[in-house]
């Protein structure tokens, strides 16, 4: 596991630290960090058993309703984990979601 | 003391300041990676070792996740490969920046290169090539916040029961919540995330449940780029 995290991590900067890339793609790169970050998140946030759940039971897409502008305005971390664990936390207390 | 002694004070003590809304973050996930990893049956020691030469807070979840599961090392090691390979696509942004960096540098600096790292360093991407100390001291300073809230999770696993009431399961999307909102600076990147999200759910829907991140990532690139070059015109 250490390898496979190093080697994607090491390879690009060793052998393209300081070459030119072509303007396009740079522009395609910077689009990568959103686009992947996103699609690590969709679907854990709306898929529940296979099918796509924005019910009450889904406690983790309606966290994310309350997370997302947390997140924008406090621009923090702590902040947005703070609120979204405490979210699910207090959802579950009182019996809503799984 | 030297003036270039007090100089390589002062590029470490900023980047570990700049390190510090990473700390932040760090210290509960890492929390709650060592109490998930303590529920899941991993020993402390591999708990540990993972979180000081993996250093890689999803793939680790992940990992977690299907050691809890019973699945096998292969299959472990295969899908958090899938899961770093963003990491490639960050290392390879970057790495026009990194220009006159030494060999030894360069690994040390991609070895705890994170989502989190990423994010702060592309923020400042065009001065690294000036900025080695405080963008390895940046990294150390997460790191070591990183394996402290690993130890936390460690010794409070055996504490707590159950981490639902806590709502530590939902560490890891908080964070990717924060992580993605602070990458939304324009319109292309929002369309860009929410084409990406959409074509991982229905790939993920389809019965990808590896590959749906990367392939859906190198589409949803590619749409924000076709975007970008569309609204320009």
């Known amino acids: 596991m250490a390898v496979v995290t190093y080697l994607p991590r090491l390879l690009p900067t060793l052998f393209l630290s300081g070459r030119n890339l072509r303007p396009i793609i740079i522009a395609w790169l910077r689009l990568v960090p959103p686009a992947v970050l996103a699609a690590m998140l969709a679907p854990s946030l709306l898929v529940r058993e296979g099918h796509v759940d924005l019910g009450t039971d889904n406690l983790f897409f309606w966290a994310a309703l309350i997370a997302f502008p947390v997140a924008w305005k406090s621009k923090s971390l702590f902040a947005t984990v703070v609120v979204g664990m405490g979210l699910v936390s207090l959802g579950r207390f009182f019996g809503v979601g799984l | ?233």
């Open chain 2, 1 to 233: 003391m030297g003036n270039s002694t007090k100089q390589t004070l002062a590029a470490i003590g900023t980047g570990m300041k700049r390190a510090l809304p990473i700390v932040l973050g760090y210290v509960p996930i890492g929390f709650a990676y060592g109490v998930l990893a303590g529920k899941g049956g991993l020993s402390e020691a591999n708990t540990l070792l993972m979180s000081l030469i993996v250093f890689a807070g999803s793939a680790q979840f992940i990992a977690v996740g299907l050691f809890a599961a019973g699945t096998g090392p292969a299959a472990i090691i295969l899908t958090t490969f899938v899961v770093n390979l963003r990491h490639m696509l960050m290392a390879a942004s970057l790495s026009p920046h990194l220009a006159g960096w030494k060999k030894r540098h360069l690994a040390f600096f991609s070895f705890e290169l994170t989502d989190e790292t990423f994010a702060l360093h592309s923020l400042k991407a065009a001065s690294l090539g000036e900025c080695r100390l405080e963008a390895l001291s940046l990294n150390v300073t997460a790191q070591v916040s990183w394996v402290v809230g690993t130890v936390l999770g460690i010794v409070a696993s055996g504490l707590i029961g159950d981490i639902k009431p806590m709502g530590l399961d939902y560490a890891l999307a908080a964070m990717f919540i924060a992580l993605l909102v602070g990458q939304c600076e324009n319109r292309v990147r929002v369309v860009t995330a929410i084409f990406s999200g959409g074509i991982a759910t229905l790939l993920y829907l389809a019965g990808w449940h590896q590959f749906h991140i990367i392939a859906a990532t190198v589409a949803g690139a590619t749409f924000g780029l076709g975007v970008e070059h569309w609204t320009k015109d």
